[in-house]
């Protein structure tokens, strides 16, 4: 939201917007660079109204979507700020208010419609949180049982038992022969331990290379706040995978 606003303030420097967008680092550059971007390429009726729309979002006092943020991460959020922060967010009030509430919840990104099918990676972070966490953890034994598959022996043996669901289902399109080499799966697997979130962090790192930045910080905020703290450096560090599984097994 507040990338968006800076790339609205930056056209109006004309021929110098690209070079004080450059300037600015962090996540805030990347997002203010990336909506530059995506107003380039629109016509000028399309980018007169995709920049109103932006500016109307940034004056609001919280994101839109917040009730698709899950609660323990905006109750995290207002631990710490006043008491009237509280109500700020759930009834809004005078500018005081307002101000409260943008503090508080400053740092989330706007949150899809929701949905109940991730037909596109961009749909990911709307469904819901029970639904997107099941979708990570079926990618991740996938996963998985592809790994058991090249171990063979033991781990093979022990994956009929405890993943087979997703061996009938990696053994059929759109997922057999889709999830990438060998080594790629292995790299994936390696360094995750044999607990309760193994799943989720696997398909998490499955997840990553499709998920721009904002869609990843989405999927954080979708699910629980404990979960998310997890998965956050899977997703973050397997972004720049460069041999990513096919969407097309994933969906």
Known sequence: ??????ACAARRLGAHADAV???IG???GVEARAAAAILAKLAPGDERMQRAQW??????????????????WIEAALAEQPARARTAVADGGDMTDVWLARRALAGFAAMPPP???ARTPIELPALAPDALRAWLERAGADHLARAAEI??????ALARTSLGEALDRIARAPRLGQLGSKRAILQRCAGIANDELRLARLGA????PHL???ARRQVIQRLPRALALVIRADLDGFAGDPHPVSWSALA
């Not at 939201?1 to 800076?6: H, Q």
């Not at 109307?56 to 698709?68: F, I």
């Not at 171990?151 to 093979?156: E, N, P």
């Not at 790192?205 to 990553?208: G, L």
Request: glycine share 10%; hydrophobic share 50%; no cysteine.
């Open 205 to 208: 790192r499955v997840a990553a």
């Open 21 to 23: 967008l450059a300037r």
């Open 212 to 214: 721009d930045d904002v």
């Open 115 to 117: 949905s109940t099918i």
């Open 151 to 156: 171990a063979g022996g033991d781990a093979l």
């Open 55 to 72: 500016l109307a979002t940034a004056r609001h006092p919280v994101p839109p979507g917040l009730r698709s943020i899950h609660a323990t």
């Open 26 to 28: 962090g996540r805030l």
């Open 1 to 6: 939201m507040v990338g968006e606003a800076i």
